[in-house]
C-alpha cells in the first residue's frame, strides 16, 4: 500500500464479515443433466430410448399421434387435476436459502402443499404496477441458490438476469422438496402446481401489474415452463429455452415416478398437450441443442399460440444471453391491453451478432458496524485479512474473463496524527512520485481524494489503480481497485457504484 506511518483501528471482529463468505455452487443451474443433445439420420430425428441407446423416432408430425385415449381428450388442467401421481422415490433435500442480491426478498409463496421459499424482486417503491417475469432455471433440482447472483460466460447465461438488469422485475421460485420445502421432487408433475401458485403471489403483492406476469425458462425449467403454459392462461407469455417434448427420451435415472406407467410420462410430457395453449408461447433451442425435440413440437402443434425458432450454429446454452436481453426489451414494451410480443427469426439472429454487453454484477450490501460503515460489493466477492493490521481484501473465487471475477479491492481504515494537510500531501505525492491523475471529490458528504494512474508487479503486468481516500476527522478510509490493464475502462462503472454506495453509519 502507498501509506506510510498509519495508525490502524481495524479491531473488527470476523463475525461481522460473515456474509462475506459466499459462493456461486450452481446446484440448480443447467449442467445439461435435463436435456440430451440429438443428432438427425435419413432426415429423421434421433432420440433417445428409455434404455440410453438411441433410436430412430418416428413419433410423426400430427398432433394425432399423440392422443392417449381418455387422458388427452381432457384438457391438461383437467387432466392434471384428477391425476395421481405414484412416486417411485421419495426425494427431497434441505440445503439452506442465502440472502439475496440488493434489490431482491426472500419470502415464502403457499402452495397446495405449504409455503416455498422464491427470490422476489422488492417494491420499487413508486406507487405504480410493473411487469414480472418468473424465471425457472434449468437442472432437475427443486431449490434456489446463489446461482442468479452469478455470472457466468456470455455463451452461457443461465441466470435470467437480463430481466431485472432491465428494470424488470424477477421471481425466481423454489419448488416442492427443495429448500426444506414440504413435498418430494414429483420431476414436472407437482412443480407445475408449484409454478402456477408462485404466480398467485406474484399478482397478489401491490407493485405487481397481474396482467403482465410473464413465465420463461431453461432446459428442465424450459419444459416445466411450456407444461405450465398448457395448464394455465393466466401467464401474459411465456418463454422457453431448450424444452423437451416426451420425457421418456431424456435423463429417466433423474425421474421419481413410477417408470412402469405410460400415463405417468404423458401427463410430464409437453408434447400432448399442445392444444391447451392460449397465450403466446415462444420456443427457441440452438440448432446444437434440443433441436429436434423443437422439430417434433413443431411438426406437431396445430396451435396458433406456439411460436417455434431454431437458430443456426448456437447450442442450448449460448442462445440464453442474447435471446433474454431481446425478450427484456420486448417485455417493457408490452404496454398494450393485450399482450402484443411478437418476435422474428430476423431479430432472433440479429440478437445473436451483438456484442456482448458489460451488466453491473449482481450487489449485495455490507454493514461493517465496528468501522462505522456500509457499502455494497459484488455478490460473489469473498473477504480476506491476512492479518490485523493488513487491509482487507475483497475478491472473486473465479477466473472468468470478465470485470466481477478479475478486479480486487483493498480497504483499510486507519488515523493520522496530522489530518489536515493529509489529503493534499497524499495529492502531491501521487502526482509528482506516482504520475497518477488526482481530484478532490466528496464521498457521502466526506471530503475525498481520487487518484486514476497504473501500476506495474514483479511479473511485468500493468493494472489500472484508481485509489480513493475519504477523511472523516482524523480518520481515513481507502479504497485501492486494480484490473489488468487488458479491460481497459471497462470496470469503472463498477468501482463508481461502489464508492456512490459507500455511507457512514456513525455521526463524527
Known amino acids: 500500500m502507498k501509506l506510510q506511518n498509519t495508525k490502524k483501528i481495524l479491531a473488527l471482529a470476523l463475525t461481522a464479515m460473515s456474509l462475506l463468505s459466499v459462493s456461486c455452487s450452481s446446484g440448480t443451474g443447467e449442467s445439461d443433466s435435463g436435456s440430451r443433445q440429438t443428432g438427425s439420420q435419413g432426415g429423421k430425428p434421433l432420440a433417445q430410448s428409455p434404455s440410453g441407446t438411441d433410436q430412430d423416432d418416428s413419433r410423426g408430425s400430427s398432433s394425432e399421434n399423440y392422443s392417449y385415449g381418455d387422458l388427452t381428450s381432457q384438457s391438461f388442467a383437467q387432466a392434471h387435476d384428477a391425476f395421481q401421481t405414484t412416486l417411485a422415490r421419495e426425494e427431497n433435500d434441505s440445503y439452506s436459502v442465502p440472502a439475496p442480491a440488493d434489490g431482491f426478498e426472500l419470502v415464502a409463496y403457499p402452495s397446495k402443499i405449504g409455503d416455498m421459499a422464491a427470490y422476489v424482486s422488492a417494491d420499487p417503491g413508486d406507487g405504480e404496477k410493473h411487469p414480472i417475469i418468473i424465471w425457472v432455471v434449468g437442472g432437475w433440482g427443486n431449490g434456489i441458490d446463489d446461482f442468479p447472483w452469478c455470472y457466468p460466460e456470455w455463451d452461457n447465461d443461465q441466470t435470467g438476469s437480463a430481466f431485472w438488469q432491465e428494470g424488470i422485475l424477477t421471481m425466481y421460485p423454489s419448488f416442492r422438496g427443495g429448500n426444506g420445502n414440504p413435498g418430494y421432487y414429483e420431476t414436472l408433475f407437482g412443480e407445475v402446481d408449484d409454478i402456477i401458485s408462485a404466480c398467485e403471489y406474484a399478482a397478489s403483492l401491490p407493485y405487481v401489474d397481474p396482467d403482465r406476469i410473464y413465465l420463461g425458462g431453461h432446459s428442465t425449467g424450459g419444459t416445466r415452463a411450456l407444461l405450465a403454459a398448457e395448464y394455465s392462461d393466466m401467464f401474459r407469455a411465456v418463454f422457453c429455452f431448450?424444452?423437451?417434448d416426451e420425457i421418456k427420451y431424456h435423463n429417466n435415472s433423474q425421474f421419481t415416478f413410477d417408470t412402469s406407467k405410460d400415463e405417468e410420462y404423458v401427463m410430464r410430457s409437453p408434447i400432448y398437450w399442445l392444444k391447451d395453449v392460449k397465450n403466446p408461447t415462444f420456443l427457441i433451442e440452438g440448432s446444437d441443442g434440443n433441436s429436434d425435440n423443437l422439430r417434433n413440437i413443431q411438426n406437431a402443434s396445430e396451435n396458433n399460440n406456439i411460436n417455434c425458432y431454431i437458430l443456426?450454429?448456437?447450442?442450448?446454452?449460448?442462445?440464453?444471453?442474447?435471446?433474454?436481453?431481446?425478450?427484456?426489451?420486448?417485455?417493457?414494451?408490452?404496454?398494450?391491453?393485450?399482450?402484443?410480443?411478437?418476435?422474428?427469426?430476423?431479430?432472433?439472429?440479429?440478437?445473436?451478432?451483438?456484442?456482448?454487453?458489460?451488466?453491473?454484477?449482481?450487489?449485495?450490501?455490507?454493514?461493517?458496524?465496528?468501522?462505522?460503515?456500509?457499502?455494497?460489493?459484488?455478490?460473489?466477492?469473498?473477504?480476506?485479512?491476512?492479518?490485523?493490521?493488513?487491509?482487507?481484501?475483497f475478491t472473486s473465487p473465479y477466473d472468468g474473463d470478465n470485470i466481477w471475477d478479475m478486479s480486487t479491492l483493498y480497504m483499510d481504515v486507519y488515523s493520522m496524527e496530522n489530518p489536515d494537510s493529509y489529503l493534499a500531501d497524499m495529492a502531491e505525492y501521487m502526482e509528482t512520485q506516482e504520475g497518477y491523475q488526482t481530484q478532490t471529490t466528496t464521498v457521502d458528504g466526506a471530503p475525498a481524494l481520487d487518484c486514476f494512474g497504473s501500476t506495474t508487479n514483479d511479473n511485468g503486468s500493468v493494472f489500472r489503480n484508481r485509489y480513493i481516500i475519504i477523511q472523516r476527522e482524523d480518520h481515513f478510509v481507502e479504497l485501492d481497485f486494480y484490473i489488468h490493464e487488458s479491460f481497459e475502462s471497462d470496470a469503472d462503472t463498477l468501482y463508481q457504484t461502489i464508492i456512490d454506495s459507500l455511507r457512514f453509519t456513525q455521526p463524527q
Open 242 to 244: 431448450g424444452a423437451v
Open 312 to 393: 443456426e450454429g448456437h447450442d442450448h446454452f449460448s442462445v440464453l444471453a442474447p435471446v433474454t436481453r431481446l425478450l427484456a426489451e420486448k417485455i417493457l414494451a408490452d404496454t398494450e391491453a393485450e399482450c402484443n410480443i411478437s418476435i422474428t427469426q430476423e431479430e432472433l439472429e440479429s440478437a445473436l451478432n451483438t456484442e456482448p454487453e458489460i451488466p453491473l454484477p449482481a450487489m449485495l450490501t455490507y454493514n461493517m458496524d465496528a468501522l462505522g460503515l456500509s457499502f455494497s460489493l459484488p455478490y460473489i466477492w469473498e473477504f480476506s485479512q491476512d492479518s490485523e493490521d493488513d487491509p482487507f481484501c
